[in-house]
């Protein structure tokens, strides 16, 4: 890491998807270096689970769902009043969706547009708006190696809404260039988790969500003249 356990305490980061898979592994990584956290998804008993994990007096666990424009302005809102600030943004809550036309009828594949692009822009845009009202803050966009291509057939839905976001990335990043406001992207390989709905068995090791959340706190931890726009980590099992 760039900077040590020190100078990381009570930054404020708040996650989305943190209920579970690497928004989950990205609080506790996040608190264990002493950062505030706030928990913004769907099931209330497993944020409230994280909260009594975390502490209550570091960790505030807002439901809601993504897709409901309110909710991201409200999570800062109450970040910035519990907590005084918010430091960091972690744009990860997604859906997945991949296979033939055949096999995938069409509302499937736009509420995963709905979830992927447009509440994830959303984010970010609030995100943004704070940032710039406060003069600093991380956006931390999770992308996917399928942002960067696509590797086999029926998986374009699913890579076209990563797609999107490394370009959104992009744009904000150079936007928001000499603000305070840094913006990034991280590109994980096959991870395992719970969107998956099964072991992943194609490679012999995936990735933890674990590694993506070190890889997230790895980022962070640049000094603030130093941007990394983009952080791509894969499985070493993972030929792509």
């Known amino acids: 890491m760039f900077m040590n356990a020190e100078e990381m305490t009570d930054r404020v980061a708040l996650i989305t998807g943190a209920s579970s898979g690497i928004g989950a592994a990205t609080a506790r990584h996040l608190a264990g270096l002493g950062m505030r956290v706030t928990l913004v998804a769907r099931r209330a008993a497993r944020l409230q689970e994280m909260v009594r994990e975390l502490s209550p007096e570091r960790a505030l666990a807002i439901e809601g769902d993504i897709n409901d424009p309110h909710l991201i302005g409200q999570a800062l809102a109450s970040t910035r009043s519990v907590f005084g600030r918010c430091d960091v943004v972690i744009n990860n809550a997604a859906a997945f969706a991949v296979g033939p036309v055949a096999k995938l009828d069409a509302e499937r594949i736009c509420n995963l547009a709905r979830t992927n692009v447009e509440a994830a822009y959303r984010v970010a845009y609030e995100a943004i708006c704070f940032f710039q009202q406060q003069g600093s803050g991380d956006?931390?966009?999770?992308?996917?190696?399928?942002?960067?291509?696509?590797?086999?057939?029926?998986?374009?839905?699913?890579?076209?809404?990563?797609?999107?976001?490394?370009?959104?990335?992009?744009?904000?990043?150079?936007?928001?260039?000499?603000?305070?406001?840094?913006?990034?992207?991280?590109?994980?390989?096959?991870?395992?988790?719970?969107?998956?709905?099964?072991?992943?068995?194609?490679?012999?090791?995936?990735?933890?969500?674990?590694?993506?959340?070190?890889?997230?706190?790895?980022?962070?931890?640049?000094?603030?003249?130093?941007?990394?726009?983009?952080?791509?980590?894969?499985?070493?099992?993972?030929?792509?």
Not at 203 to 230: G, K
């Open 139 to 240: 956006l931390v966009n999770l992308s996917s190696i399928s942002g960067t291509k696509v590797a086999r057939a029926g998986i374009g839905w699913y890579a076209g809404t990563k797609h999107a976001l490394e370009a959104l990335t992009e744009s904000l990043r150079m936007e928001c260039a000499d603000t305070g406001v840094r913006v990034s992207c991280v590109e994980p390989g096959m991870t395992q988790t719970e969107i998956f709905g099964e072991p992943i068995t194609s490679i012999s090791r995936p990735l933890a969500p674990e590694d993506v959340a070190a890889t997230i706190a790895f980022l962070l931890s640049a000094p603030r003249h130093v941007t990394i726009p983009r952080l791509m980590v894969l499985p070493s099992s993972q030929a792509i």
